[in-house]
Nanobody, 124 residues
């Protein structure tokens, strides 16, 4: 079973940037679809972005398109989320997730492994 560990969260002012990282323990990292989700207090977990195994294709939620960039380094077993032009409504716990089936998906129920999450807080 793959283990995922997120890092890079923190407190940032509106308009600022953060880069999240998610390191995977598995040697088969390159065979997983990877994604980022987020969950704000009192709200359901929502899709942020996903990336194919090779990194050639990505998909974003409309709310982050043009501001966030997902990428991966298969040699380092790591997926990243570069977040620019942050807004207070981006405040949430951010989770990375792995999907074992090789098709893009945006529902949390379609992902097989999760990290513990990292808090991102954007002040106004």
């Amino acid at each position: 079973q793959v283990q995922l560990v997120e890092s890079g969260g923190g407190l940032v002012q509106a308009g600022g940037s953060l880069r999240l990282s998610c390191a995977a323990s598995s040697r088969t990292f390159s065979s997983y679809i990877m994604a980022w989700f987020r969950q704000a207090p009192g709200r359901e977990r929502e899709f942020v972005a996903t990336i194919t195994r090779s990194g050639a294709s990505t998909l974003y939620a409309e709310s982050v398109k043009g501001r966030f960039t997902i990428s991966r380094d298969n040699a380092k077993n790591t997926v990243y989320l570069q977040m620019n032009s942050l807004k207070p409504e981006d405040t949430a716990v951010y989770y990375c997730a792995a999907r074992f089936i090789n098709t893009i998906a945006s529902s949390p129920s379609q992902y097989n492994a999760w990290g513990q999450g990292t808090q991102v807080t954007v002040s106004s």
